[in-house]
């Protein structure tokens, strides 16, 4: 999945930087291209413009202490960085497999305990359903024994009652 969503990113990328050259050189392009063609179909539009500009900065008088830094001193001042730079490309290769290894493990056990809550509430919402299951079966027995036992005291009360209208009892 990573190294599908890092090519992804560098694709992105990609077209991310072609979009912003276009931009940013496409409109010059383009008027130097009708320019051209305008200047071999037809005569001079206009006379060359005449402008009192004065010249511009350069870099040297803009920042004089600009031109006094080379790549080469860049960050000689600081140990970590010049300790950074000595390294041997093998032994940056090695870090970053162990960084690598480092995540991997990072991620294993955050699975690991994401899969053990998961275990956890499985089993839990499983003792749930149990208990829920034997109410029901017990409600369920309950209600039969009740229904029977509404079964035999109609079959009395009807018995007695039966009885009681042979003795002359006429009821309501």
Same mark, same amino acid.
């Given at each position: 999945m990573t190294r599908r969503s890092g090519a992804c990113l560098? #694709? #992105?990328?990609?077209?991310? &930087? !072609?979009i912003s050259a276009l931009g940013v050189c496409g409109p010059a392009l383009y008027w130097k291209?009708?320019?051209? *063609?305008?200047?071999?179909?037809?005569?001079a539009? #206009? +006379? +060359?413009?005449i402008c009192d500009c004065p010249p511009p900065l350069s870099l040297?008088?803009?920042? +004089?202490?600009?031109a006094n830094l080379s790549v080469t001193d860049c960050g000689s001042n600081d140990p970590d960085l010049k300790q950074e730079m000595e390294k041997q490309f093998v032994d940056l290769l090695t870090e970053e497999l162990k960084l690598q290894v480092a995540v991997a493990e990072e991620h294993t056990r955050h699975m690991n305990i994401t899969f053990g809550?998961?275990?956890? !509430? &499985?089993?839990q919402y499983q003792r749930e359903a149990e208990k829920c299951n034997a109410a029901t079966e017990t #409600?369920?027995? &309950?209600?039969?024994r009740a229904e029977?036992?509404? *079964?035999?005291?109609?079959k009395v009360t009807l018995l007695w009652e039966r009885r009681a209208r042979q003795m002359g009892w006429e009821g309501e």
């Open positions: 560098r #694709c #992105c990328l990609v077209v991310f &930087a !072609v291209f009708k320019k051209g *063609i305008r200047l071999g179909s037809s005569k539009s #206009c +006379p +060359p413009c040297l008088k803009i920042a +004089p202490g600009l809550e998961a275990k956890r !509430v &499985a089993s #409600c369920e027995e &309950a209600r039969e029977a036992l509404r *079964i035999k005291e109609r």
